[in-house]
């Protein structure tokens, strides 16, 4: 007797549209500081994912069209494509992707079974096994002299003889990058700001990249596709532990609201940290997980050997879910007294 | 309606459909040919059967007793001939053929002698009237009312809620129950207040009901005591017991207890109206507002007698092609029915028709993507995704930890779950594999102690036997060596220790007796008697000679 006999509209593949959905306003203004060769990369990975998941779906023996209809795999595509350098080339992508979705999702049981967050495990991979490559970004347009069109992001993207002096041109460190090599050469935060690359919060057009993930993420919000927890708990961490740092020495740890205003912290604090199946289940768990993800992406970019921390801070708290779960259980309904809720 | 109201956790908003079959009027069903009524519509043990083929019953007559103090009575729906007392389809979750009562109606519908309760009676005596009169929660539970109704050590129930909430999507009855029935829904409060000593009466009714709210309200101004009517946020499942009370007082039942152990007492507001019926009229428990609803022309309520078939109901409410199936109750704890012959029972809320485009067959379902909507939804909060995981691996125990038996089974959690997965379906399955174990394991456990204490007892009187046998064995063979004045070869013969200290005492004994006896009997007794005694002693000694035989292989036996 299958009671209910009624259903509630949201199913995995509404949850994974609107996930899409919310991350269009940050593509939108990717597009619009970065050129157009964003859409590539998305598309690449898209395609790639795609592939591997009904070629993995065949090879293990389920059916494919309501699994790939799921969208699952598009969102996975999409938050590694998002994640990587701008011109990173293509088969940085693919194999990213393919790494994401075969290793990290399927061999690891398929949706819903996966310990770590695809995407990030894909991430993790390529900036340690080609960390090179990892950092070929296109500056913001409003710095870069020439705009990159499509066409030559797409020459980048598939290793055409680019000149060099195009590249050069075109590419720059990213803000973070910049402030950790400064820091690294004994510069103040304050001398390495001046730059042009720092904007008002973050880094000049990263901060307006950062402001649309987190418009995407309160849309989540709205939509109680995702809690409040993860991305609140995770900007505090953020916050608290950079706060902590720049109140001490403000000369050697850059300013809270730069690290929160980074793009990869919104989009880790509401798109990837609140991945639901790699993520802590309860209410207190998913607290401590996103304090935990918060507090170690800032270890990782002071101290640790990569300049963004939040792929190896949320995979870091992946491993610790378990735990976490066992011991923030709620108490059920009528098993301890207590004041009651107004 | 100043009351401060408090909000219980999870819940759902599925579409109402109430309008479809709350604004027409009540009709009552007319009198169907023939009535099957199970002896079993409450919780506790079924009615025994007091009548047999053949007999002619009128309408209110007893025709099951209540069986103990957790029954009630069950009567006759309307006159006819009893044609049956047999195993009939019923309408249970079970889907398994129960013990009915089967009336051919005569057409004349006629009573039995009804007499008003008399108020004034000892409590305990209007109890057992009210359970003779079958007066079971209406709400669902079919709970014996009389029980319910007995305050027990504490003598009072402080606080009596009157549960209108009714949040089941497609179910009215209880609407409209209160839209016309409010002055008699409060009278079967009073009776209640009475029963229960309740100083505090609070009425919960879903807002969106406002005609109810209404009609409850002016019924209660009319009132020599003080009711609270209080309207409380449409939900599901407000209108459950626990949640209504958390909603209204703000207290949640502790698990494993029930209301009365913090003071409140939960009634249905049909509860209240049968109860009235019951003490005003003397009317026992043989019809109620049944909402008939979905795939149907004329969706509405019906008064109907127990034991009437549900397709009469549908064939009232209009059949229309494309009917794929029928549930009773709600679309969200409701039970599908196996036909259509089944009675309409004490339970029966609604009789709801599906259609494909009402309620299309649910999607496959895909793994679980832990989002814990489910938990947010889940008004026992509990964690279902976990319990479903451990019912899934078949780790039952982890499932019980995880508060498996505080699901109410309400179905929230399956109605959010983006993965359809049916999860109340696994706990259902997890608590009746847990329930089969307990009784398999507590009937392995009886016939363990059964055949221990068999074997124990057997032990025990084949020890009991032997050492019989050996002491009378071995006084016998006493007595016989004394009596032969030699030792016997079977004395010598024993191994034991012991065994030679109770012949040695066997043999004291018998020397005893004999130098005590023997001046008696033998000394002053004429050669002639003392001819015959020796003569009975050979006879004796050879009879004792005799029976040594299988004695001694019975020893060698053992
Ligand atoms: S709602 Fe369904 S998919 Fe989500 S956690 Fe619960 S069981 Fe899993
Ligand atoms: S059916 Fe059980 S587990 Fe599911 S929401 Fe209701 S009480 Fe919670």
Known sequence: MPSPYILDRTSVTVVMAWVLAALLPGIGVYVWLFGPGILLTLSIATVTAVAAEAGMLKARGYPIKPFLGDLSAVVTAWLLALSLPSLAPWWLIVTGTLFAIVVAKHLYGGLGQNVFNPAMVGYAVLIVSFPVQMTQWAGPLELTATPLGIGQSAAIIFGADVPKSLLDAVTMATPLDTLRTGLLQQHTVDEVVRQPIFGYLGGTGFEWLAAAFLLGGLLLWALRIISWQVPLAFLVGVWLTAGFLHFFDAGRFGAPWFHVFAPSVMLGAFFIATDPVSGATTPRGKVVFGLGAGFLTIVIRTWGGFPDGVAFAILLMNLCVPLIDQYTQPRVYGEVRKEPRA | ?558
């Open chain 2, 1 to 558: 309606m100043s009351r401060p109201l408090f909000q219980f956790k999870g819940g759902v908003h599925p579409p109402g459909h109430k309008a479809e079959s709350n604004t027409r009027p009540i009709h009552a069903a007319p009198l169907p040919k023939k009535l099957v009524i199970p002896l079993r519509q409450h919780i506790g043990n079924p009615a025994k059967p007091v009548v047999s083929v053949g007999d002619h019953v009128r309408k209110g007559q007893i025709i099951g007793e209540a069986d103990g103090y957790i029954s009630t009575a069950v009567h006759a729906s309307s006159s006819g001939i009893v044609t049956a007392v047999d195993l009939q389809p019923v309408p249970h979750v079970s889907g398994l053929a129960d013990l009915c009562v089967t009336i051919e109606t005569d057409g004349r519908d006629e009573w039995v002698a009804r007499e008003p309760l008399d108020l004034g009676a000892p409590p305990a005596e209007l109890r057992m009237r009210l359970r003779d009169l079958g007066i079971v929660g209406l709400g669902g539970a079919v709970f014996p009312s009389a029980v319910k109704l007995d305050p027990g050590a504490a003598q009072v129930c402080p606080t009596l809620i009157i549960n209108g909430g009714e949040c089941e999507p497609w179910i009215t009855c209880d609407d409209v129950l209160m839209r016309h029935f409010a002055d008699e829904i409060l009278q079967g409060v009073a009776v209640m207040r009475l029963l229960l000593g309740s100083s505090e009466i609070l009425i919960g009714i879903e807002d969106n009901k406002p005609e109810a709210i209404a009609a409850m309200q002016a019924a209660a101004a009319k009132l020599d005591f003080a009711v609270e009517i209080v309207a409380v946020p449409a939900r599901y499942p407000a209108g459950g017991a626990k949640q209504m009370i958390e909603t209204l007082t703000g207290k949640q039942v502790p698990s494993g207890k029930l209301s009365t152990d913090i003071g409140i007492q939960v009634f249905n507001v049909g509860t209240a109206r049968a109860l009235a019926r019951a003490a005003c009229h003397g009317e026992p428990l043989i019809s109620r507002l049944v909402t008939v609803t979905g795939h149907v022309l004329r969706p509405q309520n019906f008064e109907v007698l127990i034991g009437t078939p549900m397709h009469t109901l549908i064939t009232l409410a209009g059949e229309r092609d494309g009917n794929t199936g029928v549930l009773m109750g709600g679309p969200m704890m409701g039970v599908p029915m196996p036909n259509l012959d089944v009675p309409v029972v004490k339970a029966t809320n609604c009789v709801l028709v599906k259609s494909k485009e009402l309620f299309p067959p649910l999607p496959k379902a895909l793994p679980c993507i832990r989002c814990t909507r489910c938990a947010d939804a889940c008004p026992a909060e509990l964690q279902p995704q976990e319990l479903f995981r451990f019912a899934k691996a078949g780790d039952f125990g982890r499932a019980q930890e995880y508060h498996l038996f505080d699901c109410i089974e309400c179905g929230c959690c399956s109605y959010v779950c983006p993965s359809h997965i049916p999860l109340v379906d696994f706990y259902r399955y997890a608590k009746s594999e847990i329930w089969a174990r307990e009784k398999d394991k507590r009937a392995s456990d009886l016939a363990r102690e059964r055949h221990e204490f068999r074997q124990f007892r057997i032990e025990r009187e084949k020890k009991e036997k032997a050492e019989k046998l050996a002491a009378k064995a071995q006084a016998k063979r006493a007595e016989l060596a004394a009596g032969a004045d030699t030792a016997t070869p079977a004395a010598a013969d024993a191994d034991a220790n012991a065994k030679k200290a109770l012949i040695a005492a066997a043999l004291a004994r018998a020397q005893a007796k004999k130098d005590e006896v023997a001046p008696k009997n033998i000394d002053n007794l004429s050669p002639d008697t003392r001819h015959e005694i020796e003569e009975i002693e050979a006879r004796r000694a050879k009879i004792r000679e005799l029976a040594r035989q299988p004695l001694e292989s019975e020893e060698k036996n053992s």
